[in-house]
C-alpha cells in the first residue's frame, strides 16, 4: 500500500485532491459540515414553527400569481409523500442516515462531499424531529409539508418542506461527486483501484 504522507495544516498548500502518491491529504471538512448540518436543521424547525402557526386550519395561501401554494399537510411518508404510512420504519432509516453520516465525518476530506452530506444530514435530522416530537407519538409523528407547486394540494407535484430540498440537492451533490470519481476522503476513485492493483 503506498504512503500518503504527512497531512499538511497549511490551506495553502495542501491540493483538494492528490494527484501524486506521496501528496499530502486535503484537510478535514468535518466543520463545513458542522455549519451545514445544523444551519438547515434550524431553518428546517423555524418554516415549519411559522408554517403551522400561521397555516394551521387555513385554506392554502397562493404565491407568485399560483406559482406556488402554501398548504399544511402531516405527513407520515417518505420526502415528498411517498411511502405514506411507513413512518416508524422511516424513523429508523433516518436514524441510520444520520448515523451513519456521523461515522464517516472523521474521514472527510472533500468540499463537494461535506456538501452534499451536511445538507442530506440537516435534512435527514429537520424529518427525524417531527417523527419524533410531533403526534400522534414518538417515530409516528407526521412530518410538517408546506410546500407546493402550481397546485394547491400537490397534484402537480407532492407537497415537501425544506428539509425534502436540501435532502434532494444534497443528494444531488453527493451523485455529482461520484461521477466525477471524487470519494469522501479526498482521493479518486479510480486512483485508489489502481493503487489496489499494484499492491496487489
Known amino acids: 500500500m503506498l504512503d500518503n504522507g504527512p497531512v499538511s495544516t497549511d490551506p495553502n498548500t495542501e491540493p483538494d485532491t492528490p494527484d501524486e502518491p ?31 402557526d400561521n397555516l394551521e386550519g387555513r385554506d392554502p395561501v397562493e404565491l407568485l400569481g399560483g406559482l406556488l401554494y402554501l ?41 463537494g462531499w461535506a456538501i452534499g ?3 442530506v444530514l440537516g435534512g435527514a435530522m ?3 424531529v417531527d417523527r419524533i416530537f410531533r403526534a ?3 417515530l409516528r409523528g407526521g412530518v410538517v409539508d408546506f410546500i407546493s407547486v402550481l397546485d394547491p394540494w400537490g397534484n402537480f ?12 440537492v444534497g443528494g444531488g451533490v453527493i451523485v455529482l461527486m461520484a461521477l466525477l470519481q471524487r470519494d469522501y476522503d479526498g482521493t479518486r476513485v479510480e486512483k485508489k483501484s489502481s493503487e489496489k ?3 496487489a
Open 197 to 199: 492493483k499494484a499492491g
Open 71 to 111: 398548504p399544511l399537510i402531516r405527513n407520515t411518508g417518505a420526502a415528498f409523500g411517498l411511502a405514506e404510512g411507513w413512518t416508524v420504519i422511516l424513523a429508523l432509516i433516518a436514524a441510520g442516515v444520520v448515523v451513519f453520516i456521523l461515522w464517516i465525518a472523521r474521514r472527510l476530506r472533500s468540499v
Open 117 to 119: 452530506l451536511g445538507l
Open 126 to 128: 429537520g424529518n427525524l
Open 136 to 138: 400522534p407519538g414518538p
Open 157 to 168: 407535484f407532492p407537497v415537501f418542506n425544506l428539509a425534502d430540498s436540501a435532502i434532494c
Open 22 to 52: 506521496d501528496a499530502p491529504l486535503p484537510k478535514r471538512r468535518v466543520l463545513l459540515l458542522a455549519v451545514i448540518a445544523p444551519l438547515v436543521l434550524a431553518l428546517d424547525l423555524v418554516t415549519k414553527i411559522i408554517a403551522v
